[in-house]
């Protein structure tokens, strides 16, 4: 270790006096020996050179090929050309030699939310806090689907920080359900949803702290996968936490989804998110081929906890439970499990994710081993009033959150809450050493209506409530859920229209192949716009 004592040459910049000395120690309700003071304003002295050393040196940023995945026609569309407000920018990225030729996605058009870094095209992250921030280096999932021979086509717009499961937060203005106008198409990959479901792009990568791929998947009539943690690079995208932190592919169909997944799947040596039984990119599996092989002799299991949530609908209780019962059919055994703990994960989930998302939104990176967006941490910090003024509820309700929380709460509620979720993983594997898959409610609720541009905080709040009741555990655990659409149900308020309903499918760690073969034989079987 460094010597940390002053040097004989100190610094014009040096800031540290015996006062910081004393304010430190005084912050923690403790006060130094009088006699130490100098000794210890040395060695502070001393450790700010060495920091300052480091903060002068140059970062370390991913390369990027440029002339290879040359960025073309980059702009933000307005009026007809983005009438569905999703697009937060228009490009075109991909490969212009033959190196890609034949690849997994040769061809096909891919749209990243709008917190995935692409070098040279802005990044909104659906807030006004920062309005210039153009990443400096591709995120690992993009660099993947353009060597794979996709095309991105563009950044869609994503929720407010990714803090928000209503499509009602972005900066740019809400978006409509693609089924209904008014109506929720659901977040935080709100513009991903409507891009992919309006046929503008062949598919999308998404984002998924709490349900943000599969509640608007759910919401929206897609099969969207929040895969095993880690299982996709998580490298290069704009993180809430990440114990949380996961990305995914969001498809028509689901052996898109399956292709989609291959493609992007895989350790990338950086993302320390990645754990034991992540597969290199060579040793991907074919999802897709491994989804046709049928689903006899399988056993279901419909976890009877996510059934009677608080705000279900109990039409789309009774539509998620048919269409797990019609598996019967094709051979599978059916049977209710109970997994108690279910209920109280939503409560878990909002310890990290206040606790821990606060800390990581204060550049807290400890404890990592992946790619720092540094550039994006400039723009966000330091908060000031004309930020926090800016800011949409949910980003803020965290910070009040997560600051005081961390003033204030027992020294280990974030120690019991990560015990917790180990507990929840066990409790949930249980079940699955029974069940091949475990099947839920995506949302336990249809799409709601937009609030009013003019709501309050609570309105908006009552809003989204409980939209992520089925979906946060995941998140928790690292298990890997698929929301695939079942059918339609008329909405409860006025005029009445027909939104989509979602199944979700659960499964253990790296199990992708077994809920794609689940959801493939169900969407084979039955014709989701029909199915009542």
């Not at 439970?321 to 409560?347: I, N, Q, R, W």
């Not at 409530?465 to 698929?482: C, D, E, K, R």
Request: aromatic share 8%.
């Amino acid at each position: 270790m460094s010597s940390t004592l002053a040097p004989s040459t100190v610094s014009e910049r040096n800031p540290i006096t015996e006062k910081d000395v004393i304010s430190t120690l005084d912050s923690l309700g403790l006060k130094p020996n009088p006699k130490d003071i100098n000794d210890f304003t040395s060695l502070l002295t001393g450790i700010w050179e060495v920091w300052d050393k480091v903060n002068q040196m140059e970062d370390y940023i991913p390369e990027v090929d440029e002339e290879r995945f040359p960025r073309k026609n980059v702009h933000r569309p307005e009026g007809q050309a983005n009438a569905e407000n999703a697009w937060a920018w228009k490009c075109e990225v991909g490969d212009v030699t033959d190196q890609s030729k034949g690849g997994l996605l040769e061809g096909k058009t891919v749209n990243l939310k709008d917190n995935i870094s692409l070098k040279g095209v802005p990044c909104l992250l659906g807030t006004e806090i920062f309005t210039d921030y153009i990443p400096n280096t591709d995120a690992t999932v993009a660099k993947r689907v353009l060597e794979a021979g996709g095309i991105i086509n563009g950044k869609a717009v994503c929720e407010n920080m990714s803090m928000w499961g209503i499509s009602c937060s972005a900066a740019t203005g809400p978006m409509s359900n693609p089924w209904a106008e008014g109506f929720s198409a659901g977040g935080s990959s709100s513009g991903t949803t409507v891009i992919v479901a309006k046929g503008l792009s062949w598919g999308g990568i998404g984002g998924d702290q709490g349900g943000s791929i599969r509640i608007p998947a759910g919401m929206s009539g897609l099969v969207g996968l929040k895969p095993t943690t880690g299982l996709v690079p998580y490298t290069g995208i704009a993180s809430l936490e990440p114990v949380i932190d996961s990305t995914g592919p969001m498809t028509r169909t689901v052996l898109d989804n399956a292709l989609l997944l291959q493609a992007i799947a895989g350790v990338d040596g950086i993302d320390d998110r990645q754990q034991a039984g992540c597969p290199f990119p060579g040793d991907v599996p074919d999802y897709s081929t491994l989804a046709t092989q049928g689903v006899a002799g399988m056993r279901i299991g419909i976890l009877t906890e996510s059934f009677d949530q608080p705000l279900s609908d109990t039409r789309v209780s009774e539509l998620v439970m048919k269409a797990a019962k019609s598996l019967e059919s094709l051979g599978c055994t059916v049977e209710e499990v109970s997994v108690p703990m279910h209920k109280h994960a939503p409560d878990i989930w909002a310890v990290p994710g206040r606790l821990s998302a606060y800390a990581s939104q204060m550049g807290k990176n400890c404890g990592r081993r992946g790619y720092c967006m540094n550039d994006l941490t400039e723009k966000m910090l330091p908060i000031n009033q004309e930020k926090f003024d800016k800011m949409w509820a949910g980003y803020s309700n965290t910070v009040i959150n997560g600051k005081w929380g961390w003033d204030n709460l027992p020294p280990t509620l974030m120690g019991k809450a990560t015990n917790l979720i180990r507990k929840l993983r066990d409790d949930y594997n249980a079940a699955l050493d029974k069940y091949d898959v475990l099947i839920l409610p995506t949302v336990p609720f249809l799409a709601p209506k937009l609030p009013s541009p003019h709501a309050g905080i609570r309105d908006v709040m009552v809003n989204s409530a409980g939209v992520s009741l089925n979906t946060s555990a995941f998140n928790l655990t690292g298990l890997p859920a698929l929301s695939l659409p079942i059918g339609f149900l008329p909405s409860l308020v006025e005029p009445h229209p027909k939104l989509p309903v979602g199944m979700q499918i659960v499964s253990k760690f790296y199990h992708e192949p077994t809920i794609y073969r689940v959801a493939y034989a169900w969407e084979q079987t039955f014709d989701w716009k029909t199915f009542e």
